[in-house]
């Protein structure tokens, strides 16, 4: 059993999603250095299981890299924290290029436990990402509606694989939905449309969450080790 691959764990209960949009005279080496230095870097790092880099189709910002970690409380540990800064990221990293960067360490709770099915599943070739925020009197109605009832429906979309959702560890707002797509037109089709305002809560809930900057997006990827 220890060479089947559906035991290899690839995704945890932690996530890290890296946005940014770099200016176009230094995307072809700011794409080389992520994808020859960067991503090897984080993947050496004990309880980073997967990653991988998309572009957005829908809205942005324009580049998107996710890891999957162990557990949010990766970004605690000392391999995290004292990762040596190179000079080709010092040159082209994102905190010397990027002119929106957006970095947030996520916690799952949707589903409530990580499936084995989960676990030893691939990075999805498309994503759909909304950054969310609620008030406190109504987060308890609104958590429950959109674990029980909203991410739910959506699953049964053809196209969509899963949806999870996050509370942030570190940044904000504080939710965030990731749905993972077999493709990234997934949530133009007339079944997705239709399933969106199926359930009667829905009209009333939904206008309960304040969406951050260009959220929703959608994103496909273009890179993976």
Excluded at 31 to 39: G, I, Q
Excluded at 53 to 77: D, M
Excluded at 122 to 138: D, F, Y
Aim: with cysteine.
């Amino acid at each position: 059993m220890a060479g089947d691959e559906r035991m290899v764990k690839k995704k945890g209960t932690g996530l890290m999603m890296v946005f940014c949009d770099v200016p176009i005279e230094h995307e072809e080496e700011f794409n080389k250095w992520y994808n020859e230095e960067h991503l090897q870097e984080l993947m050496s790092v004990p309880g980073i299981l997967n990653c991988a880099r998309y572009e957005a189709v829908k809205s942005g910002p324009k580049h998107l890299a996710i890891y999957e970690f162990e557990n949010a409380q990766v970004v605690e540990t000392d391999a995290f924290k004292n990762r040596p800064v190179t000079p080709w990221a010092e040159k082209i990293g994102p905190r010397a290029i990027a002119t929106t960067r957006i970095n947030n360490v996520y916690e799952m709770i949707h589903p409530a436990e990580l499936s084995e099915e989960i676990s030893g599943s691939e990075m999805a070739p498309a994503l759909q990402i909304g950054r969310m925020s609620v008030s406190k009197e109504n987060e308890a109605e609104w958590n429950k509606w959109y674990s029980e009832i909203y991410v739910p429906n959506y699953e049964t979309v053809p196209g969509v694989i899963r949806g999870r959702r996050w509370k942030a560890y570190t940044g904000e707002p504080d939710y965030a939905v990731v749905y993972e797509f077999e493709h990234e037109n997934v949530s133009e089709t007339k079944e997705w449309e239709d399933i969106r305002d199926a359930h009667p809560d829905t009209a009333r809930i939904r206008p309960l969450m304040t969406h951050a900057e260009r959220s929703p997006g959608i994103w496909k990827k273009t890179y993976q080790l």
